[in-house]
């Protein structure tokens, strides 16, 4: 398996799925549409659809009996970006190299196309519930993503509240494991669950999920500090001045990107067990410990 091209080709699977979904009719609010359209196709890694689709694989190949889950979590993780970069928020002008929703359009328009991402979720699963095949499975993952977007928007107001506050390591981990790891891990329970995986899997996969979870947060610490912005396509070192506590402002560059290699090794332990099947989620924790972006 060539990980790379293997990459592009689900990321290029969900952009014509997202595509679907896309209001181009002449409305009233055609303009809301637009900034929909302007953050949700702005060229994403589009990660967290993809690890459900592929931890869906490992048990069950039919990936379109996941794909509205998947499509619906992106729609959560774009709605989620457009408030973070909001001025009450993290107030950041630039985001994949341009321009952020609220600055490309205003910060009312902004606001509300999170809102409506965050509603076409639930209207996309809404839609895959009424179709009633494997209706259990459905709803018990609707419950897990329920529960992600509430625990990401819990761990953005402590990371919100907590800013220019020294806080404690039991903080700080919460933090990073609700604003950003509680999407990664329902991405891999809800594959799981879709695909009727044994109870012993989706634990195993939801140890790799919390493993890959807060090493992506702390990736995401480092490059803010050593990061290239014109790869970013944001500025670095936003968080240090804003008075945010990361894991390298709290440990170090050292010390974190030790932390990083010990949560990947951990992560990819937990993928082994399911041989060649496992071969992309393995390299997909390699690819998040190594990116630049």
């Given amino acids: 398996m060539d990980f790379k091209l293997e990459l592009k080709k689900y990321q290029e699977l969900v952009n014509e799925e997202l595509a679907k979904y896309l209001?181009?009719?002449?409305?009233?609010?055609?303009?809301?549409?637009?900034?929909?359209?302007?953050?949700?196709?702005?060229?994403?890694?589009?990660?967290?659809?993809?690890?459900?689709?592929?931890?869906?694989?490992?048990?069950?190949?039919?990936?379109?009996?996941?794909?509205?889950?998947?499509?619906?979590m992106e729609m959560i993780h774009n709605f989620s970006l457009i408030h973070d970069d909001l001025p009450g928020i993290d107030n950041d002008d630039f985001r994949h190299g341009k321009l952020t929703n609220h600055k490309k359009f205003n910060e009312a328009t902004a606001i509300l196309a999170g809102d409506s991402l965050l509603n076409q979720a639930y209207i996309v699963i809404s839609k895959s519930?009424?179709?009633?095949?494997?209706?259990?499975?459905?709803?018990?993952?609707?419950?897990?993503?329920?529960?992600?977007v509430d625990r990401m928007i819990a761990g953005e107001y402590v990371d919100t509240e907590y800013e220019g506050k020294q806080i404690s390591h039991e903080y700080l981990e919460y933090i990073h494991n609700n604003k950003t790891g509680a999407l990664l891990k329902a991405c891999c329970r809800i594959g799981a669950i879709l695909a009727g995986a044994q109870e012993e899997d989706i634990e195993n996969i939801t140890e790799y999920a919390n493993h890959i979870g807060l090493a992506f947060q702390i990736k995401d610490d480092i490059l803010s500090e050593t990061g290239d912005e014109k790869v970013l396509g944001k500025p670095i070192g936003n968080d240090k001045e804003k008075g945010k506590c990361t894991y390298v402002t709290k440990y170090g560059l050292e010390e974190s990107q030790k932390k990083l290699e010990v949560l990947t090794k951990e992560a990819i332990k937990r993928i082994e067990k399911y041989g060649e099947k496992g071969e992309f989620l393995k390299e997909l924790a390699l690819y998040m410990m190594e990116r630049n972006k």
């Fill in 23 to 72: 209001r181009k009719e002449a409305v009233p609010e055609s303009i809301l549409n637009h900034s929909v359209e302007y953050s949700l196709m702005a060229g994403g890694k589009r990660l967290r659809p993809i690890l459900m689709l592929k931890t869906y694989q490992l048990f069950n190949e039919n990936i379109e009996n996941c794909m509205s889950f998947a499509v619906a």
């Fill in 129 to 148: 519930l009424l179709q009633e095949q494997q209706l259990e499975r459905k709803i018990r993952a609707l419950s897990e993503f329920t529960h992600s």
